[in-house]
């Protein structure tokens, strides 16, 4: 299934995309797309029995906006460097175990939303990313086969980075990741059984229309079983969460100098082949 939210900023209301591309009402039947739907496998039964139906209200998509797919978010864990191609690109050698960082819930914002370049920056730069979806509490998993049960769906992400507030400013990663709307996630969420190998989806990223990622998550050092995994040794999981896991090579970083950092009034486009896509336009905090 493709889950999404639709409607204004804060009173989005669940919808579903059908077999046929039509957008249908689903507030009829579960009042959100949040982590407690997720671990509800009888509200998802009455989702998936009214999408079979075909008797579900269709909803007019013209000028409709689409919020993030879900709701309620409790925490976003990022995984950095995480493909071969992004960290020949900056010159570091891949980790031996999988980097971690945060983002705060309140960095997510829509696919199509407006993304603001933050006071004095200079750096601002551009990652697509898979966004997994939790859906079962993970704590100390033993297996890969363990953590893929925990997945509930997928996403497209875009961790929109400051790299001087991340690398040039002292202390961790996260002043360079939290920043105002530096999080879009969407347009759907797609259940993990639509998705049959995760290790086997596109990433494609353009600035101003031109290509600047075009990515497989083949190219991954760490797996999505293997994220899921490792993360869960560390701390619990649990339904709503979402982990950001990694980007491919072309980001700004990676560029020679002058290297072309994001600008208000730059329109970035991204994808994942069966995932969606976004479009967002840039302007000043």
């Not at 309140?106 to 939303?113: A, F, N, Y």
């Not at 101003?208 to 998550?217: F, I, P, R, S, V």
């Amino acid at each position: 299934m493709k889950l999404l939210r639709v409607g204004t900023a804060g009173s989005e209301r669940p919808a579903l995309l059908d077999a046929e591309g039509i957008l249908r009402d689903l507030s009829g039947v579960v009042p959100d797309i949040d982590g407690a739907l997720l671990a509800d496998d009888a509200a998802l039964g009455r989702v998936r029995a009214a999408a079979e139906s075909g008797e579900l209200p269709v909803l007019d998509a013209d000028g409709l906006r689409v919020g993030p797919p879900l709701a309620r978010i409790g925490k976003i864990v990022c995984i950095g460097l995480n493909y071969h191609d992004h960290a020949r690109e900056t010159g570091a050698e891949p980790p031996a175990e999988p980097v971690i960082f945060f983002k705060a819930a309140d960095t997510v914002v829509g696919p199509d939303d407006t993304v603001l370049v933050p006071r004095g920056s200079v750096k601002t730069d551009w990652e697509v990313e898979l966004a997994v979806v939790i859906g079962r509490t993970a704590r100390y998993l033993e297996s890969h086969e363990e953590a893929l049960a925990c997945v509930a769906g997928y996403a497209v992400a875009h961790d929109v980075s400051e790299r001087e507030f991340q690398i040039e400013r002292g202390g961790t990663w996260d002043k360079g990741k939290n920043c105002e709307t530096f999080n879009p996630l969407g347009p759907w969420l797609v259940t993990a059984d639509e998705v049959s190998d995760p290790q086997d989806l596109s990433l494609k990223l353009w600035v101003n229309g031109e290509l600047k990622q075009d990515g497989t998550t083949a190219e991954q050092i760490f797996s999505v079983a293997e994220v899921v995994r490792y993360v869960s040794q560390f701390m619990t999981l649990y339904p709503g969460d979402v982990i950001n896991t990694g980007t491919p090579a072309g980001v700004a970083l990676g560029q020679p100098e002058p290297k072309p950092y994001l600008r208000a009034g730059d329109v970035v486009e991204l994808e994942i082949g069966g995932l969606g896509r976004q479009r967002q336009e840039f302007k000043p905090a």
